[in-house]
């Protein structure tokens, strides 16, 4: 197994379509011990009831809208875990009315909020639980091709992606020296709750299925499978990276 007595954290989940319960799900049938976030004590509820039956599975909270939540966790995972070998950062929000409408409207608020919860969040959690990673530990983290592309109602996401993937390749050359690894996914448009406020998204995810090179569609379970290969060791050499899981559609251009 890929991942046998490795242990990690997978930040946040919310239900069973969100991209991170499916890489804590596979992460663990692939031998992990796993610690599964969830942002407040209700929607830790929804979690309890996915990890019903399973073993090798923990439980945290996190919101990282609160600077002090940040070493109330590492407190937790320091006692519970000790040391961690991956770390999964998998959120994104940006305010409801942020994500339709026109990007120039982009209100300061707005921003700061974006930019906090879905870029700030993984430079912030890497720098408290960077004592509580092994050497050659491997870090994720979720992005989108908005970063790079622009696309209507993604707006200030968009920038919050460019962020994150620039906040990888910094990260990675900070932790290389210790041979910790940090990577990006970046999948596709998917049906989940945070797909769902961006205005449109089931148009998007049409569109990509029809002009895709791979005719078949990709989803969380897709997305899980790219994560397996760079959360393991598998992916030793690999550092600073984006790896697309869109069927291919980020390579066409007509
Ligand atoms: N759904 C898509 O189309 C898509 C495509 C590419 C990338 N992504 C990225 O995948 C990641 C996971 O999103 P998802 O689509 O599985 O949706 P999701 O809503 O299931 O997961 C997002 C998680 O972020 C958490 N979150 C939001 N704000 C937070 C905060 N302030 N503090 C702590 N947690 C917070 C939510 O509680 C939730 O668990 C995100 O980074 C998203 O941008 C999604």
Known sequence: MLLEGKK??????????SIGWAIADQANLQGATVGV?????????????????RERFDTFTIDFSFEEQYKILADAVAEKYGKLDFL??????????????RFIDTTLEQFQIAMNASAY????????????MNDDASIITLSYLGSTRAMKSYNVMGLCKAALEASV?????????????????SPGPVN?????????????????????PLKRPYGQSEAAGAAMYL?????KGVTGQILFVDSGYSIVAM
């Open 8 to 17: 990690g954290l997978v930040l946040n989940v919310t239900n069973k379509n």
């Open 37 to 53: 976030g969830a942002q407040n004590e209700r929607l830790l509820e929804g979690v309890d009831k996915l990890l019903e039956g």
């Open 88 to 101: 999964v950062h998998s959120v994104g929000y940006a305010p409801r009315e942020a994500l339709q409408g």
């Open 121 to 132: 969040s993984m430079v912030r959690l890497c720098q408290e639980l960077e004592p509580l």
């Open 169 to 185: 390749r910094y990260l990675s050359i900070d932790l290389g020296e210790r041979g910790i690894r940090v990577n990006t996914v």
């Open 192 to 212: 989940t709750i945070s797909g769902r406020g961006v205005k449109g998204i089931m148009g998007m995810i049409d569109h990509v299925h029809d002009v895709a």
């Open 231 to 235: 959360l393991s060791d598998l992916s």
